[in-house]
């Protein structure tokens, strides 16, 4: 069974740094994407930074120069630091990994943390 297990989350100030893990267990392939989605209330979900296996990122202009994305293949664990963070970065943020063998495409989610941001 695949898990991916977050923890991280938390209440800080504004102007205050969080970091966010994401560990995925019970893979026995290789995970091509890892990333971050968040959803704040009454809003749309939104992408808010992925990888690849290769280390290619790709983040939402929002957090662009504040967050950094990284990842540890050997163990499918990724990373969001979160620095300099707004009122706006309050949301449940939710992990993914997406695995992708010959044609065909899954992808598992966290079960989400909360971050708030206080001003």
């Known amino acids: 069974q695949v898990q991916l297990v977050e923890s991280g989350g938390g209440l800080v100030q504004a102007g205050g740094s969080l970091r966010l893990s994401c560990a995925a267990s019970?893979?026995?392939?290789?995970?091509?994407?890892m990333g971050w989605y968040r959803q704040a209330p009454g809003k749309q979900r939104e992408l808010v930074a992925d990888i690849t296996s290769g280390g290619s990122t790709n983040y939402a202009e929002s957090v662009k120069g504040r967050f950094t994305i990284s990842r540890d293949n050997a163990k499918n664990t990724v990373y969001l630091q979160m620095n300099s963070l707004k009122s706006e970065d309050t949301a449940v943020y939710y992990c993914y990994a997406k695995r992708v063998v010959l044609v065909t495409t899954t992808t598992y989610w966290g079960q989400g943390t909360q971050v708030t941001v206080s001003s």
């Open positions: 019970g893979m026995s392939l290789s995970i091509n994407t």
